[in-house]
């Protein structure tokens, strides 16, 4: 699963009527890439990395329940950890956790937000995994769904005039006023 093209969102900006006339390929891709831009800002988690990467995390983040030492993690893991390490230092490795003797997955499926751990982790601990949603159809619907919602707002915007406020039309001597689309386009993309 990845992104819309930019071919798709000028087909579709054309096709909703956000605009009149087909779009260039650089405004097709500048609008693109500030739509996807403003959406990971919003989010804060890029949703079809596939890449694992090396996150640590700081021990004292983790607190105890009853299900063990739970771990809350800022950016979910579309799948299990391929390596959990516990107590890195310089020159020290630290002890490699293993799943299931070490450390458990909540029961539902990915995106997983948390990791439980059956005893404390010592003071530095290393999660290399993949970060991000799983990249299933729905999360990428949703997700294009929401970069046509903020790419159609940008439209919006930019016709709008330069502070982008402007919701009057004035042709001849017929003058129309608009609703302004682009807080319910940002808060569609939002939801």
């Known amino acids: 699963m990845a992104y819309i093209t930019s071919t798709d969102l000028g087909t579709y900006l054309l096709a909703k009527g956000f605009v009149t006339t087909a779009l260039s390929g650089a405004d097709q891709t500048r609008l693109l890439n500030t739509a996807i831009g403003e959406w990971e800002k919003l989010v804060g988690v890029t949703p079809f990395q596939a890449v694992s990467s090396l996150k640590v995390f700081d021990v004292r983040d983790i607190q105890a329940d009853r299900r063990g030492y739970i771990l809350d993690l800022s950016v979910p893991l579309s799948a299990a950890p391929t390596l959990v390490k516990s107590g890195v230092m ?6 490699t ?3 299931y003797d070490d450390w458990l997955l909540p029961d539902y499926t990915a995106p997983y937000n948390q990791l439980i751990f059956r005893t404390k982790p010592s003071f530095r601990l ?3 995994a993949p970060w991000g949603y799983m990249s299933s159809a729905n ?4 997700v294009n769904d929401a970069i046509f919602a903020l ?17 009057k039309i004035k042709t001849g001597l017929v ?3 608009l609703d302004d689309p682009v807080p319910l386009l940002r808060k569609r993309a939002m939801e």
């Open 90 to 95: 310089t020159g020290y490795a630290g002890q």
């Open 97 to 99: 956790l293993n799943q």
């Open 126 to 128: 290393e999660i290399t």
């Open 139 to 142: 999360i990428g619907d949703l």
């Open 151 to 167: 790419a159609s707002a940008r439209v919006v915007e930019e016709q709008a005039g330069a502070q982008g406020n402007q919701t």
């Open 175 to 177: 003058e129309v006023t």
